[in-house]
Antibody, heavy 120, light 106 residues
Framework: QITLKESGPTLVKPTQTLTLTCTFS??????????VGWIRQPPGKPLEWLAL???????RYSPSLKTRVTITRDTSKNQVVLRMTDMDPVDTATYFC????????????WGQGTMVTVSS | EIVLTQSPATLSLSPGERATLSCRASQSVSSYVAWYQQKPGQAPRLLIY???KRATGIPARFSGSGSGTDFTLSISSLEPEDSALYYCQQRNNWRVTFGGGTKVQI
């Protein structure tokens, strides 16, 4: 059974760097094709894809956020980490991580999400 | 960037009625469209992928169709638990984009 769970701060100040961790089980990020993505959703707004990392450490970023976002993995801990610099109140959102079986596949399993508020 | 436009924004129907949700892409995405259902306070749940394939465990009343730029999610006979937001998503290239969502009220 695949599960994912996001963790990190619930409140960050403007200009700070956000670090979120996705801890997963039921699959390995070294299995060919597998990927983990980050998606966020501001309150009352649609979903927005942020980044993806694959089994071969290939990384993809949303063009609108690529200067601020970094995605990394720790295969020994079954974790994927998202870093977002220069946080702003508009970055207030629920952040989800999600699994995909192969490049281009949909996100078939999602974490519960973690709410992050950006405020001084 | 491929933009997905969903319509209508809100759909109000009665139990047992048929719901038809539209997703239009700004350029062809072949059949690489997925649909998700999201209820308040929950993560999205995958319903349909590759335009018409139902994900594991999804009831048969959910169906998808379309190719190119126009896609449809149909719910054949609405149940009260189908009240939710529905999003389409494309994966025609490595960039992932989601539509703005359709709210289904029952």
């Amino acid at each position: 059974q695949i599960t994912l769970k996001e963790s990190g701060p619930t409140l960050v100040k403007p200009t700070q760097t956000l670090t979120l961790t996705c801890t997963f089980s039921g699959f390995s990020l070294t299995t060919s094709g597998v990927g983990v993505g980050w998606i966020r959703q501001p309150p009352g707004k649609p979903l927005e894809w942020l980044a993806l990392i694959y089994w071969d450490d290939d990384k993809r970023y949303s063009p609108s956020l690529k200067t601020r976002v970094t995605i990394t993995r720790d295969t020994s801990k079954n974790q994927v980490v998202l870093r977002m610099t220069d946080m702003d109140p508009v970055d207030t959102a629920t952040y989800f991580c999600a699994h995909r079986d192969r490049p281009g596949d949909p996100f078939d399993i999602w974490g519960q999400g973690t709410m992050v508020t950006v405020s001084s | 960037e491929i933009v997905l436009t969903q319509s209508p924004a809100t759909l109000s129907l009665s139990p047992g009625e048929r719901a038809t949700l539209s997703c239009r892409a700004s350029q062809s995405v072949s059949s690489y469209v997925a649909w998700y259902q999201q209820k308040p306070g929950q993560a999205p749940r995958l319903l349909i992928y590759d335009a018409s394939k139902r994900a594991t465990g999804i009831p048969a009343r959910f169906s998808g169709s379309g190719s190119g730029t126009d896609f449809t999610l149909s719910i054949s006979s609405l149940e009260p638990e189908d009240s939710a937001l529905y999003y389409c998503q494309q994966r025609n290239n490595w960039r992932v984009t989601f539509g703005g969502g359709t709210k289904v009220q029952i």
